[in-house]
């Protein structure tokens, strides 16, 4: 049931088959459901099997700050464990299933999974890495770095799944881009316009067509992955 899309790429095959075995179960999400909010007591994570989901904070006078989207494949929860408690609001941009790895059953894995170990740390350590990418971006990037820095990390993303790099549909609103990058709506939607304009990307509402690969790398100024 998880197979290699649920875990994180580079297991065993035979850990895989044996982790298939003792894991089996899993939830389903409409598109707008919430997997979990924040303050909520952290007693899984999980693996996003389909569709995607976005990580959002929210500070007492209800500011919200999206901190991340998720893809098939990659894995979401990690942050709650130190506390035991999760950090922020998980949300599907569309109908989404998950499978759950409960904590107290990884317990018992992890005798009959040495590599387990191993894995949840490369996880945490691409954790840090993305939130280090992410201030990287806010904090010297100009605008319109960041959002070709933003496209070429969904398409290094997407191939890897096994999807087009040049071609796909971005689940996420105009909006909800912008707030990620920490910018306007308005300077989200101009960019894009300008993008196509100069024969970088052709857009047709969320469906991205990326022409010119190497000038957005060029333009994007930073390691995107």
Do not use: W
């Amino acid at each position: 049931m998880l197979n290699a899309i649920c875990l994180p790429l580079g297991m065993a095959r035979q850990d895989v088959v044996k982790m298939d075995e003792l894991i089996k179960e899993r939830i389903r999400l409409p598109k707008g459901g919430t997997l979990y909010r924040q303050g909520d007591t952290a007693e899984a994570i999980y693996g996003l099997r389909s569709g995607s989901i976005k990580t959002q904070i929210e500070d007492a006078s209800g500011q919200v700050q999206i901190t991340g989207f998720l893809l098939p494949g990659e894995i979401l929860g990690m942050d709650g464990l130190m506390n035991a408690q999760q950090v922020s609001h998980a949300i599907a941009l569309e109908d989404t299933e998950l499978c759950i790895i409960r904590l107290d059953e990884m317990d018992k894995l992890t005798p009959q999974l040495p590599t387990l170990n191993l894995q949840l740390r490369r996880l945490m350590s691409k954790e840090i890495n993305r939130s280090h990418q992410q201030l990287l971006a806010l904090g010297s990037l100009r605008s319109e770095q960041r959002l070709a820095a933003f496209l070429l990390n969904l398409s290094q993303r997407l191939q890897v799944l096994g999807y087009s790099p040049y071609e796909f549909i971005l689940r996420m609103s105009r909006e909800e881009i912008g707030n990620f990058l920490g910018l306007t709506l308005e300077t989200v939607s101009r960019l894009f316009s300008r993008f196509a304009r100069e024969g970088l990307i052709r857009v047709q509402q969320r469906e991205v067509h990326l022409l010119d690969i190497t000038s957005l790398q060029e333009l994007s100024g930073a390691d995107c992955g």
